[in-house]
């Protein structure tokens, strides 16, 4: 995935400075008509693990999921804060604009 780094600290580990919540996040900030499937895999887990993973954003108002036809939408909401104490002072949004190509500006209806 672009803009992720990889670390190999030479016993073999590999890691990623983002978890998998915030990679899906990114995929949908950069489509947010995209499949959970594509989603899974770009970001290389299971369409079972991505579906999970949306929801746990949704319930915690990072996205709304909006149904259009036998597809869904979803709509980012910028101004959440980060879930860890270091960095609660920031907002995904400054996320989103280092990562995702396109800009993602709108919140959600009633945020």
Do not use: S
């Not at 073999?12 to 978890?19: A, H, P, Y």
């Amino acid at each position: 995935m672009a803009g992720t780094v990889t670390g190999d600290t030479g016993g073999g580990r590999n890691w990623t400075f983002l978890t998998n919540h915030g990679h899906v996040l990114l995929a949908i900030a950069r489509d947010p008509t995209a499949r959970l499937r594509d989603v899974a895999a770009e970001v290389g887990v299971t369409e079972r693990a991505a579906q999970a993973i949306v929801a746990d954003l949704e319930a915690g108002g990072y996205l709304h999921r909006t149904r259009v036809g036998r597809r869904n939408e979803y709509t980012l909401n910028p101004a959440g804060r980060f879930r860890h104490p270091a960095e609660a002072d920031r907002q995904v949004g400054d996320l989103l604009a280092l990562f995702a190509e396109t800009p993602t500006a709108k919140a959600p209806p009633g945020a």
